[in-house]
């Protein structure tokens, strides 16, 4: 079944402890980005990927790092969380095949950083 | 900037017609999605434009005027399972990342 997986699909954590949500495709899509989505202000994106090893900011990637070390897989890392990263956090991915492209999301990650 | 504007929320009756609507101002455009979004799940693909008119698909249609900067989103025959939040969405350029709007969340009644 063609999917997008993320992992874990619930974290509470605290405060300054690295964590790593990982997001796996199995469609050999090209682009992948993440999201985090807050009450009222919408999808925003945090960072995106091309291709394997390359990344780009999205709007808002001030305390994320992400890698592409192979097309499936486009894991988050938060290197020290803070309670502002409290959110629920969508990994997409698109065959990249012009503009016509839908993205597919996984089914969401909510982190709770206390 | 980038600006894309929905209604916060609608209600509308089972069985009825809802529109509803999206104005984008973006540096530069290369069309428009809409999501639909239960609560607590995915986001998934409903539609795309990039190009003036109408695209119909079963009970849903959504509309572009590029010239506007406008779009809608038609459901026909509301059923409870519509309930749920609908998110515009534009591309500016061809490789840049989607713009989502805040999304609007419909209330389907008996």
């Known amino acids: 079944e063609a999917q997008v997986t993320q992992n874990p699909r619930y974290l509470i954590t605290v405060t300054g402890k690295k964590l790593t949500v990982t997001c796996s495709q199995n469609?050999?899509?090209?682009?992948m980005s993440w999201y985090r989505q807050d009450p009222g202000l919408g999808l925003r994106q945090i960072y995106y990927s091309m291709n394997v090893e390359v990344t780009d900011k999205g709007d808002v990637p001030e305390g994320y790092k992400v890698s592409r070390k192979e097309k499936r897989n486009f894991p988050l890392i938060l290197e020290s969380p803070s309670p502002n990263q409290t959110s629920l956090y969508f990994c997409?991915?698109?065959?990249?095949?012009?503009?016509?492209?839908?993205?597919?999301f996984g089914p969401g990650t909510r982190l709770t950083v206390l | 900037g980038q600006n894309i504007d929905q209604p916060t929320e609608m209600t509308a009756t089972e069985g009825a017609i809802v529109q509803i609507n999206c104005t984008y101002q973006?540096?530069?455009?290369?069309?428009l999605f809409w999501y639909q979004q239960h609560a607590g799940e995915a986001p998934t693909f409903l539609s795309y434009?990039?190009?003036?008119g109408l695209e119909e698909k079963g009970r849903f249609s959504s509309f572009l005027s590029r010239s506007k900067g406008y779009s809608y989103l038609l459901l026909k025959e509301l059923q409870m399972k519509d309930s749920a939040s609908y998110l515009c969405?534009?591309?500016?350029?061809?490789?840049?990342?989607?713009?989502f709007g805040k999304g609007t969340r419909l209330s389907v009644i008996a």
């Open positions: 434009n990039v190009l003036d």
């Open positions: 469609m050999n899509h090209e682009y």
């Open positions: 973006t540096s530069g455009f290369n069309g």
């Open positions: 997409a991915s698109s065959l990249y095949k012009g503009s016509t492209d839908e993205q597919f």
């Open positions: 969405a534009v591309r500016r350029s061809g490789n840049t990342p989607l713009v």
